[in-house]
């Protein structure tokens, strides 16, 4: 991580419950995905300021350990890139107890949308945290 670049804030956490399971009695992977992508577009829409963000690229996904029921994970995100249009973001999820890495994700780009459903230009260039955006 740069030195301009925020760590990663881990907020939002879910419990691995039965079924959320493969037939290997882990997580389902297509699960964990959806979870990702539906926080990481909501931290998109924040930082955008704009609810009409699309997931346009989800890099490659690194499994590295497999949660199994009972265990509570958490999602961790930061912002990595402002492009004119778009948002990247890095994913980290892990065991909530043992902070032990479930996986990874370098790039997650997301774009931010016009009224028309064209790309539009955003105007941010860098990361607004939770408590300043409310604090208005």
């Not at 907020?11 to 959320?20: F, G, M, S």
């Not at 924040?46 to 009972?70: C, M, R, W, Y």
């Amino acid at each position: 991580m740069n030195k301009d670049q925020a760590p990663l804030r881990f907020h939002t956490r879910k419990w691995v419950k039965p079924e959320d399971l493969n037939p290997n009695n882990t997580l389902f992977g297509g699960s964990l995905l959806k979870w990702i992508d539906e926080e990481a577009v909501i931290y998109a829409i924040v930082q955008l300021d704009n609810p009409h963000v699309v997931t346009k690229l989800i890099s490659e996904v690194e499994f590295i350990n497999a949660p199994v029921q009972g265990d509570i994970i958490e999602m961790g995100f930061t912002a990595t890139h402002f492009g004119k249009t778009s948002i990247t973001l890095k994913c980290e999820v892990r065991n909530k107890l043992t902070r032990a890495q479930i996986l990874t994700i370098e790039r997650l780009v997301f774009v931010n949308l016009g009224k028309d459903g064209n790309p539009a230009p955003h105007g941010k260039t860098g990361i607004t945290l939770g408590s300043e955006k409310f604090d208005r």
